[in-house]
């Protein structure tokens, strides 16, 4: 099968798929982008689910659930796009890998992330491990999670007080550790 542009061969890896499924993975993948052209403006709809909120492209793959255009970037680049993968043509469900970059609070106001995280839910892997980081002895503070997430620090308390994501272990995942370690 032909890709519709070179897939980095750190990807499989990154998103730690078995040598078994990634074939498979990148079969139903590139399956679910309604590629219309490669004109550079152009924007690759995703045509399976999208978020309710937000309208973000969504990827299920075994127990993850992954924002297609995240994954895109993956597969594009090797690596998550930390911490945020920035649309530059602003729409939620274009996976195009030429409009996705990486983006840090520096290309954006506080509050433009903060807006948008509000308005987005969390990644599971960010609940997981911002409720791994509520199991310390000496817990961080919450406004620190809070800043590094994106999120209100009451988003971050209700983690903790099994109020939201209780469903999810606290477990350290993600490209996120590395974001929460150099903060504690
Ligand atoms: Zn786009």
């Given at each position: 099968?032909?890709?519709?542009?070179?897939?980095?061969?750190?990807?499989?890896?990154?998103?730690?798929?078995?040598?078994?499924?990634?074939?498979?993975?990148?079969?139903?993948?590139?399956?679910?982008?309604?590629?219309?052209?490669?004109?550079?403006d152009t924007r690759w709809p995703w045509t399976s689910t999208r978020q309710k909120r937000g309208g973000y492209a969504m990827v299920h793959w075994?127990?993850?659930?992954?924002?297609?255009?995240?994954?895109?970037?993956?597969?594009?680049?090797?690596?998550?796009?930390?911490?945020?993968?920035?649309?530059?043509?602003?729409?939620?469900?274009?996976?195009?890998?030429?409009?996705?970059?990486?983006?840090?609070?520096?290309?954006?106001?506080?509050?433009?992330?903060?807006?948008?995280?509000?308005?987005?839910?969390?990644?599971?892997?960010?609940?997981?491990?911002?409720?791994?980081?509520?199991?310390?002895?000496?817990?961080?503070?919450?406004?620190?999670?809070?800043?590094?997430?994106?999120?209100?620090?009451?988003?971050?308390?209700?983690?903790?007080?099994?109020?939201?994501?209780?469903?999810?272990?606290?477990?350290?995942?993600?490209?996120v550790i590395g974001l929460l370690e150099a903060a504690l």
């Open positions: 099968m032909t890709y519709p542009f070179p897939i980095h061969l750190a990807a499989q890896q990154a998103l730690g798929i078995s040598d078994k499924d990634w074939p498979r993975f990148l079969k139903r993948f590139f399956g679910y982008i309604d590629i219309p052209d490669h004109d550079l075994r127990a993850n659930r992954w924002r297609a255009h995240r994954v895109s970037f993956v597969l594009a680049n090797g690596v998550w796009p930390v911490p945020f993968g920035l649309h530059s043509c602003d729409t939620p469900w274009c996976v195009r890998p030429h409009h996705i970059s990486a983006g840090t609070a520096a290309d954006n106001t506080a509050d433009a992330i903060r807006r948008r995280r509000l308005a987005t839910k969390l990644e599971p892997d960010e609940a997981k491990t911002i409720k791994w980081a509520g199991t310390f002895d000496h817990p961080p503070s919450p406004r620190i999670i809070a800043d590094l997430f994106g999120i209100d620090s009451r988003t971050v308390y209700g983690i903790w007080n099994n109020q939201s994501w209780c469903h999810v272990t606290a477990k350290p995942v993600g490209p």
